[in-house]
Nanobody
Framework: QVQLVESGGGLVQPGGSLRLSCAAS????????MGWYRQAPGKQRVLVAG???????NYPDSVKGRFTISRDNAKEMVHLQMNSLTPEDTAIYYC?????????WGRGTQVTVSS
């Protein structure tokens, strides 16, 4: 059974940084795509960053240049380094694992950017 556990959320001031981590289990990690979505109050869940098994990454324009996703296949973890955070980045961040026909989600970690 696939399980995803996020960590690293919290409260940070505007301009600050946070690093989110997601530990995966129950799947052949090196064969799956991983990434992060976020959902702000009253808004839809949107993609923040994705990384393919080969390490190719994609980001929406809203975070490009500020967020960096990486994966550690040996530790079965994916990380999201978030820099230059703004209040608009406040949301619950969800880790996902995607393989053909399936998508799995973590329970989410809250990120709050506020002074």
């Amino acid at each position: 059974q696939v399980q995803l556990v996020e960590s690293g959320g919290g409260l940070v001031q505007p301009g600050g940084s946070l690093r989110l981590s997601c530990a995966a289990s129950g799947s052949t990690f090196s064969d799956v795509a991983m990434g992060w979505y976020r959902q702000a109050p009253g808004k839809q869940r949107v993609l923040v960053a994705g990384i393919t098994p080969a390490g190719f990454t994609n980001y929406p324009d809203s975070v490009k240049g500020r967020f960096t996703i990486s994966r550690d296949n040996a530790k079965e973890m994916v990380h999201l380094q978030m820099n230059s955070l703004t209040p608009e980045d406040t949301a619950i961040y969800y880790c996902y694992l995607a393989r053909p026909g399936d998508m799995f989600w973590g329970r989410g970690t809250q990120v709050t950017v506020s002074s």
